[in-house]
T-cell receptor, first 113, second 115 residues
Framework: DAKTTQPPSMDCAEGRAANLPCNHS???????VYWYRQIHSQGPQYIIH???NNETNEMASLIITEDRKSSTLILPHATLRDTAVYYC??????????????FGKGTHLIIQP | GAVVSQHPSWVICKSGTSVKIECRSL??????MFWYRQFPKQSLMLMAT?????????EQGVEKDKFLINHASLTLSTLTVTSAHPEDSSFYIC???????????FGPGTRLTVL
């Protein structure tokens, strides 16, 4: 699996958009970009994933650059409950369930009141 | 998404004893379950892949005789930490997945403290 690089921590004001970057310069053509988050002392939570098109769901938006070497997760209106460690993971699509995930260190997003 | 439960949510045991952790998929049949371990201030590390009806596949460096995994049904996988020692104290998390789904769903985790 390709490696990812994320900033170790970020702050964002409550109510503002939180933009979390991820570099994955060695991503291959059949690898997807997945985002999960882990709130303190809980199991990770799936957020969103994409291949090359931008994606949006009820939680977030995912913007993938045209060359697919980087992506940005956008939480449009951050709340205090969005404080968590956010993990960007690239994974070959196998239905998602067939392989374990390789977690990096992630970005600790802190939402400030 | 899928609902995954773990039991117990936390456990404290004495060194040398064995502890069993259950992972249940509540609303769909999971052919594959995964077990992760997370030490304080570190990321999740995959320990093993558990396939229903067959032997688990362990990641390099994980002792299969110490961490016994049983996946006897499509809704239940168990992890038994045998002869636990203080260095086994960690947060153990399971996830479920099945081919054709596009993501994994994680349990809430089990905090193990070995005294």
């Amino acid at each position: 699996d390709a490696k990812t690089t994320q900033p170790p921590s970020m702050d964002c004001a409550e109510g503002r958009a939180a933009n979390l970057p991820c570099n994955h310069s060695t991503i291959s053509g059949n690898e997807y970009v997945y985002w999960y988050r882990q709130i303190h002392s809980q199991g990770p939570q799936y957020i969103i994933h994409g291949l090359k098109n931008n994606e949006t769901n009820e939680m977030a938006s995912l913007i993938i650059t045209e060359d697919r070497k980087s992506s940005t997760l956008i939480l449009p209106h951050a709340t205090l409950r969005d404080t968590a460690v956010y993990y960007c993971i690239v994974e070959m699509y196998s239905g998602g369930g067939a392989d374990g995930l390789t977690f990096g260190k992630g970005t600790h997003l802190i939402i400030q009141p | 998404g899928a609902v995954v439960s773990q039991h117990p949510s936390w456990v404290i045991c004495k060194s040398g004893t064995s502890v069993k952790i259950e992972c249940r998929s509540l609303d769909f049949q999971a052919t594959t379950m995964f077990w992760y371990r997370q030490f304080p201030k570190q990321s999740l590390m995959l320990m093993a892949t558990s396939n229903e009806g067959s032997k688990a596949t362990y990641e390099q460096g994980v002792e299969k005789d110490k961490f016994l995994i049983n996946h006897a049904s499509l809704t239940l996988s168990t992890l038994t930490v045998t002869s636990a020692h203080p260095e086994d104290s960690s947060f153990y998390i399971c996830s479920v997945g099945t081919s054709g789904r596009d993501t994994q769903y994680f349990g809430p985790g089990t905090r193990l403290t070995v005294l």
